[in-house]
């Protein structure tokens, strides 16, 4: 039935002991009937592999992959008990003996490396994308579309029969237990919830007839598979919307919960449609897991933590400080496969850290597109692209150390090639040196780490402080040539343009020109909301902290408040700030999908200005000269006026090179320029480099 026992388990996992660093990571957890050989969860994320149509061939070896890589349990992405709970029309689900067939190929692919495997079944309730949505009561989501249908009595036991047999189907599969996702705002949790649970019947009204529907979700499941099976039930510890649950039903849940069976609580953190963010980049590590600890006593089942948790270090302390018994990552792992191994192997430095950014996978998810990630474009796509030793070896220079250039020199010489990468500046990072000293952007210096230690491993012979030209690259006698060379920033053609007080981007970010106390931005796109968030903060280098990130956006660490929400204590800008961009509408509207809204809030929070519509005339003594909608002419006085306007790519050696007989590939932002794109950068420089 897919479980392992533990001789089983010892015998596929060789060699994971716990690191002297990682006692408590690396850890096995007895759960009875089965132990895990560690404290590293996988944790429920979906990819779009989930919706397969046909077998799911790419998924298995996805998770293949990650168990392979150590992690000691596995939870794949949701899958609906029922066409009700669906996602969206044609996702993921299990309803048939069909569809058991497809899924036995994922459990059998992650039992052939030792791993184990748990599938989440998700019913996503009100925040369904289609007509079919079913509810507690008839009220419609912020985040969808549709009105759901409110469910009468026949109806609830149908979504709880549902339940149990999407379970037992699950076990046909072969995997090794199920996640019940009874958090982040979806079905379960819309009942538990009164202000989305309307009824006044027994699955209704008060608390104990609120919470009637997981807890015999739960019950009748574990009575269906028997105690040889792990049941998962994700809680939400913290709902951060206003009517949540108090911290008193929390808890009169869990042990209602474990009563009924689970094997394991693991924690949920914020409804969907919350506004406080909670796994996004600027994010403190660990910020949630004093939410898990306050638990721990209530309950004897093990508890899982959850969000911002992505290196081991990090990991062990939150263990170690008995915050929960398992930590649960799941863009950590979609980032690196190995992160388990190389955490166990003392190779830390090697881990490709989740820098939490969102772009490659939520946002695609979100967008209906599969998944991947920003610094591993290789996640999602195992089975299309792989990285091969090249059949001959040649000799290639890459010109340019930004993501791009970086990506592919690594990976060109991991390969077999013999790779030089020339860099004008003294340092590896491109635009990644800007991009790292933005608040809430830290984690960029891991990204750079990373690829230090891989060009080094790589034998890259890398060569900074050089700017490379066309005829020093032709007398070397490389084979290929990879122009990298990034972008440099777009002129504006305004009168006073060059005037002492017009700064670019560049010069703020990297530069570190000084800035006045009022200052104007020219350009509200990505460049110039990090401008603002750079220069409205005392010391941007600082990396957040949990507590001020918490009164910031108004979590009540105390849990007195129900939902977990308080008043916002934001912090003010340091200095004042106007963002201007040229056409109408909202600022920042090609923002990331699922961190957009916190990059708007957080610069209306903190009182920088945003004005759209506005027209340049130009810029002299008196500051900023320009005309609103085409109204009066107005000065914005300024001390500084700070540009970020586009950029233009740097490819002057593109053309030189061909004259030279070279083989020329153009990558990145010299390929085309686009804000600072490190996804497509990076992606780029992979595909060149392994089909090279």
Not at 3 to 22: D, F, K, L, V
Not at 209 to 237: C, K
Not at 412 to 437: C, D, P, S, T, Y
Request: glycine content about 10%.
């Amino acid at each position: 039935m897919g479980i392992q026992s533990e001789a089983a388990i010892a015998g596929t996992m060789p060699g994971m002991t716990a690191h002297p660093r990682y006692p408590h990571l690396l850890a096995p957890l007895d759960l009875g009937h089965v132990t895990l050989p560690n404290r590293v969860l996988m944790g429920s994320m979906h990819v779009g592999l989930e919706d397969d149509r046909g077998p799911l061939e790419r998924m298995a070896a996805y998770f293949a992959a990650r168990a392979r890589g150590g992690v000691g349990l596995i939870v794949t992405g949701g899958v609906a008990p029922n066409v009700a709970g669906w996602a969206k029309p044609f996702s993921a689900k299990l309803t048939n003996k069909r569809e058991v067939r497809k899924h036995k190929v994922v459990a059998e692919a992650v039992h052939a490396e030792g791993g184990l495997i748990a599938m989440q079944i998700l019913h996503t309730g009100r925040y369904a994308y289609h007509p079919l949505a079913v509810a507690p009561s008839p009220i419609k989501s912020p985040i969808s579309w549709f009105k759901p249908r409110g469910l009468s009595k026949r109806g609830v036991e149908a979504q709880i029969k549902a339940f149990v047999r999407c379970t037992v189907l699950a076990r046909e599969a072969g995997y090794d237990g199920v996640e019940v996702m009874g958090s982040e705002g979806y079905f379960i949790n819309q009942f538990i919830v009164a202000k989305t649970n309307k009824r006044d019947d027994q699955w209704g009204g008060d608390y104990s007839n609120r919470i009637r529907l997981p807890v015999e979700i739960v019950r009748r499941t574990r009575e269906a598979v028997g105690d040889d099976f792990i049941i998962i039930y994700r809680l939400s510890m913290l709902d951060l919307v206003r009517g949540g649950s108090s911290w008193e039903e929390i808890v009169e849940l869990a042990k209602a919960i474990e009563a009924a069976g689970a094997t394991i609580i693991n924690t949920g953190i914020g409804w969907h449609e919350a506004r406080v963010p909670t796994i996004a980049t600027m994010v403190p590590r660990a910020a949630f897991t004093w939410v898990t600890a306050k638990l721990k006593g209530e309950v004897s089942v093990p508890l899982i933590t959850s969000n911002r948790i992505n290196m081991p270090d990090v990991a062990e302390q939150v263990l170690a400080s008995g915050h929960a018994d398992m930590v649960s990552m799941a863009r950590p792992l979609l980032a690196d496969p190995d992160w388990v191994v190389k955490a166990r192997d003392a190779r830390v430095d090697e881990i490709n850290t989740c820098i939490a950014c969102n772009q490659a996978c939520l946002d695609h998810i979100f967008q209906n597109t599969r998944a991947t990630c920003l610094v591993n474009p290789l996640a999602c796509y195992e089975t299309e692209l792989t990285l091969e030793p090249a059949k001959e070896k040649r000799r290639i220079a890459v010109v340019g150390a930004g993501p791009a250039g970086l990506s592919a020199a690594a990976t060109a010489a991991e390969r077999g090639h013999h790779v030089v990468l020339f860099e004008a500046a003294g340092a590896i990072g491109g635009q990644f040196n800007m991009a790292k000293r933005v608040p809430g952007k830290h984690e960029f210096h891991e990204t750079l780490r990373w690829f230090r230690v891989r060009l080094e491993k790589a034998g890259v012979d890398v060569r900074l402080s050089t700017r490379a030209d066309a005829a020093t690259l032709a007398a070397e006698g490389f084979d290929a040539v990879i122009v990298a060379t990034g972008v440099t920033p777009r002129k504006l053609t305004l009168p006073g343009i060059d005037h002492p007080m017009v700064l670019s981007y560049v010069d703020v970010l990297a530069r570190r020109a000084p800035v006045g106390q009022r200052v104007a931005i020219i350009g509200a796109g990505g460049i110039g909301f990090d401008v603002a968030e750079f220069l409205s903060v005392a010391d941007p280098d600082d990396p957040p902290e949990i507590d001020p990130f918490l009164r910031s956006w108004g979590v009540d660490k105390t849990l007195t408040e129900r939902g977990g929400l308080t008043d916002p204590e934001p912090h003010e800008s340091v200095r004042d700030i106007t963002l201007c961009q040229r056409s109408d509408g909202k600022l920042g509207a090609k923002l990331g999908k699922t961190t957009g809204w916190i990059h708007r809030s957080e610069i209306k929070r903190k009182g920088i200005v945003m004005q759209s519509g506005v027209a340049y005339d130009k810029v002299d003594d008196r500051g900023l000269h320009i005309r609103i909608r085409g109204g009066d002419p107005e000065v914005l006085e300024v001390d500084n006026v700070v540009v970020c306007a586009g950029q233009v790519s740097a490819r002057d050696l593109e053309q030189p090179l061909k004259d030279a007989g070279l083989e020329v590939h153009l990558i990145g932002g010299a390929d085309v320029a686009a804000e600072l794109d490190a996804k497509r950068a990076i992606d780029q420089g992979l595909r060149l480099a392994a089909a090279l």
